[in-house]
């Protein structure tokens, strides 16, 4: 992370010459981009209102590694839905080694969509610790991507 030295007010005053600094820190938000494959595994829970499955993804470009988790989805009969997951990433992000979770928001109905992605603040380890985010997911006829904005 950058710092820039920022005078913030230089003053005469009557005492003599005075002045205040003020260190603002510059936050450069980074981007990693690439696709990735996914695994979807059914589980059977009896009697419950929501379904669950297993989550197995491999990452390929700015972000190298998997992704294991866990989802739960609902689908109401007028074809609303929602779901939510816990995704752990472990692997590089542009070559900085760690792991972090992931957590998973989805919501669909007749009149509008939604899906929230976010790095859960605290769950970095190794060199991505600090790292902290978002990531829009894309899919299309060619596949999965995804755009991880992201700082450490």
Known sequence: MKQVLVIAALWFGLSGLS????????????????????????????????GRM???KTYLGDMNGSGIGQMISKRTENGTAVYYAIEEFSGSVKGKTGRFTLV?????????????????EGSGSGELQNISGSMLIVQDANGHRYELTFEL
């Open 54 to 56: 297993l989550i197995k």
């Open 104 to 120: 998973h928001k989805g919501h669909m109905s007749k009149e509008s969509q939604s899906l929230e992605v976010t790095i859960l």
């Open 19 to 50: 002045f205040s600094v003020q260190t603002l820190k510059e936050e450069a938000a980074m981007s990693a981009n690439g696709t990735f494959e996914v695994d979807l595994t059914p589980q059977e829970d009896l009697g419950s209102p929501a």
